[in-house]
């Protein structure tokens, strides 16, 4: 006997119109289900796959480091100095110290227990910051601290009320440095761009 949903122009009964209804659902959440499945997880795992293959046949000796693992280029590079005393360098010549606890993908660094270390000479003094966030961009230098290994330079540590005169005096001697120069170059005809471009040139 023909099934009732392939009879054309009758009313199906209710109970055979549910059966076909309930067909159709579960096709849709079926057809839905495997897609989702395939396009999420079985399609990025053969795509990778073959990505890790095709970079490790393709890998440069020079993105090997000498101890043999794995150099991750960029901002990922800094995932290995998670949990570990750094010594950053910033573009306004600051020099701060501190545990590295996170970064994001601009290189954004958040630091903890950091102190701001300040050098006049061979003195120094730290200024305690506590927890500091540092933008990537205004990063110029960071490195890992080896407090075990003896320093070469022999520097002195005063306080900080010793080292931030020391610094304000060595600060107004270059500024005052400064001034004579742009005087002696006014008087040769030498105008403030030019002194500028000037500087750019020595420097």
């Known amino acids: 006997r023909p099934s009732p949903c392939s009879r054309?122009?009758?009313?199906?009964?209710?109970?055979?119109?549910?059966?076909?209804?309930?067909?159709?659902?579960?096709?849709?959440?079926?057809?839905f289900f495997f897609y989702y499945i395939?396009?999420?997880?079985?399609?990025?795992?053969?795509?990778?796959?073959?990505?890790?293959?095709?970079?490790?046949?393709?890998?440069?000796?020079?993105?090997?480091?000498?101890?043999?693992?794995?150099?991750?280029?960029?901002?990922?590079?800094?995932?290995?100095?998670?949990?570990?005393?750094?010594?950053?360098?910033?573009?306004?010549?600051?020099?701060?110290?501190g545990v590295l606890r996170s970064i994001d993908q601009f290189a954004n660094l958040l630091l903890q227990d950091t102190i701001e270390r300040i050098h006049v000479g061979k003195e120094y003094g730290d200024i305690p910051?506590?927890?500091?966030?540092?933008?990537?961009?205004?990063?110029?230098?960071?490195?890992?601290?080896?407090e075990n290994k003896p320093s070469d330079i022999q520097l002195t540590?005063?306080?900080?009320?010793?080292?931030?005169?020391?610094q304000r005096r060595e600060q107004q001697e270059k500024d005052e440095k400064e001034k004579a120069k742009t005087k002696i170059l006014s008087e040769l005809g030498i105008r403030p761009s030019q002194i500028e471009q000037v500087d750019e040139m020595f420097n």
């Open 38 to 97: 395939y396009y999420y997880i079985i399609y990025p795992s053969i795509y990778f796959f073959f990505l890790g293959f095709h970079l490790e046949q393709n890998a440069q000796p020079s993105l090997v480091m000498a101890a043999g693992t794995s150099y991750l280029p960029g901002t990922a590079s800094l995932i290995e100095e998670i949990d570990k005393r750094l010594l950053v360098v910033l573009r306004d010549g600051r020099t701060l110290i």
């Open 8 to 31: 054309p122009n009758s009313v199906l009964p209710c109970n055979d119109f549910r059966f076909c209804l309930c067909n159709c659902v579960c096709f849709y959440l079926s057809f």
């Open 129 to 146: 910051r506590g927890i500091f966030l540092v933008r990537g961009e205004n990063v110029v230098l960071l490195g890992e601290i080896d």
């Open 157 to 166: 540590k005063v306080s900080v009320e010793r080292v931030m005169e020391a």
